[in-house]
């Protein structure tokens, strides 16, 4: 008995994570009901941010102005001579699933 009250002491509830399963989209226990939930948002904001402040501003510098920033993304104004270059070097970072298989930037599908 002591050694489990030892063990429920030494856990670290910070750690703890709350996984849930669910087959439907609406509804009370649904995935649009708790994606809404300001968690999610939070997880949203920090790619957000460790995308402007880890790549975006190292890669650019003086050379990106952001100019507007909602929940889920960001506008900026890039002052470079060819901004599908840097695409195609990092497309890893960018949702190109809505370009064209055959573009003429040469850029591949990706996300």
């Known amino acids: ?38 968690n999610f948002h939070n997880i949203s904001k920090t790619f957000l941010y460790e995308f402007h402040y ?7 510098q003086d050379k990106a102005k952001l100019l507007y920033t909602d929940t889920d993304s960001l506008i900026y104004q890039l002052n470079v ?7 195609k070097e990092d497309s890893h970072r960018f949702d190109t699933s809505d370009y064209e298989p055959n573009n003429p930037y040469g850029i591949e599908q990706k996300n």
Do not use: C
């Not at 880890?54 to 650019?60: E, H, Q, S």
């Not at 001579?81 to 695409?87: K, R, W």
């Open 1 to 38: 008995m002591i050694n489990s009250v030892y063990g429920k002491l030494m856990e670290n509830v910070r750690k703890y994570r709350d996984v849930r399963m669910t087959t439907k989209w609406e509804g009370r226990y649904g995935a649009q009901n708790y994606i809404a939930k300001p």
């Open 81 to 87: 001579p060819d901004i599908y270059e840097h695409i």
């Open 54 to 60: 880890d790549y975006i501003l190292p890669k650019f």
